[in-house]
């Protein structure tokens, strides 16, 4: 199960103070309810795709591309 989930949130640079809007991407596997998290600039194609990839490897998948 994937998806984007909720509003956007403030993220904080530590060292310059400044703040940027960041989408969640969440993603659980539905029997373990094992979860992943992924704070993202936009929700374009190009960090959907981006989240899947560091997901699966995150999970442990072979990605075979």
Same mark, same amino acid.
């Given at each position: 199960?994937?998806?984007?989930?909720?509003? =956007?949130?403030?993220l904080y640079?530590? &060292?310059?103070?400044?703040?940027?809007?960041?989408?969640?991407? &969440?993603? =659980?596997?539905?029997?373990?309810?094992?979860?992943?998290?992924?704070?993202?600039? =936009?929700?374009?194609?190009?960090?959907? &795709?981006?989240?899947?990839?560091?997901?699966?490897e995150y999970?442990?998948?072979?990605?075979?591309?």
């Amino acid at each position: 199960m994937v998806d984007w989930v909720g509003t =956007t949130l403030p993220l904080y640079d530590k &060292i310059t103070g400044r703040s940027a809007k960041v989408s969640l991407f &969440i993603a =659980t596997l539905p029997f373990s309810m094992y979860s992943y998290a992924q704070a993202c600039l =936009t929700m374009k194609e190009e960090d959907w &795709i981006n989240a899947h990839v560091n997901m699966w490897e995150y999970f442990g998948a072979v990605l075979g591309f």
